[in-house]
């Protein structure tokens, strides 16, 4: 059975992973057949959102292992953990914890930077020649573990993609229920929640992305 690792961002789409793709990509990963096990770093989120009202929580801080664990069952490591060796590929759901913990996308756009911890994991899988899956704002990450040249999608938002252009990928306008392929660097990237309305045109992309990692892990 292939072993997929999953690396989560926190808990909520404002400010952590983004919930329903978390879930529907550990669901396809099951239901084709495979297992995953989750990875989150163990360090503080930028901040919290109130996501009933949208407004940043002053006073509050959350930790990003401790929340991803609300998604992960309270199954999941400290990404310190990871070791390559030990799955076939990896897959990094959205929300914008992946450019806000992940990264700093979010705030630095294509003078963004990886957390040390994140880009060790993700460079060790491109490293080793192994598959992977970026989601929905997780692939602006993607050029700087592969380096420049390197193909995928954020779906069709303009500036996200002249952003990521910018940091060297090759962007690739792409529909919510298809996925961008790299077979050079066995790379799988798909919009979800960058274009989708609702989680049947989310599950739509994903499950495309998980069924071609499988198929090159």
Known sequence: MKKIAVILSGCGVFDGSEIHEAVLTMLAINQQGAQYTCFAPNINQHHVINHLTGEVSEHETRNVLVESARIARGE?????????DDFDALILPGGFGA?????????????????????????????????????????????????????????????????????????????????????????????????????????SGINLLVKEVLAMA
């Open 76 to 84: 999941l490591a400290d990404i310190n953990t990871l070791k390559v």
């Open 99 to 203: 450019a806000k913990n992940l990264s700093d996308f979010a705030f630095n756009g294509d003078k963004c930077q990886l957390h040390a911890d994140v880009l060790t994991a993700c460079q060790a899988f491109a490293k080793a020649n192994k598959a992977a899956g970026y989601i929905c704002i997780a692939p602006a990450m993607i050029p700087l573990v592969y380096g420049k040249g390197v193909k995928m999608t954020i779906g069709t938002d303009t500036e996200t993609a002249a952003a990521v252009s910018a940091m060297g990928a090759e962007h690739l306008d792409c529909p919510v229920d298809d996925v961008v392929i790299d077979k050079t660097h066995k790379l799988v990237s798909t919009p979800a929640y960058m274009l989708a309305n609702n989680m049947v045109e989310a599950a």
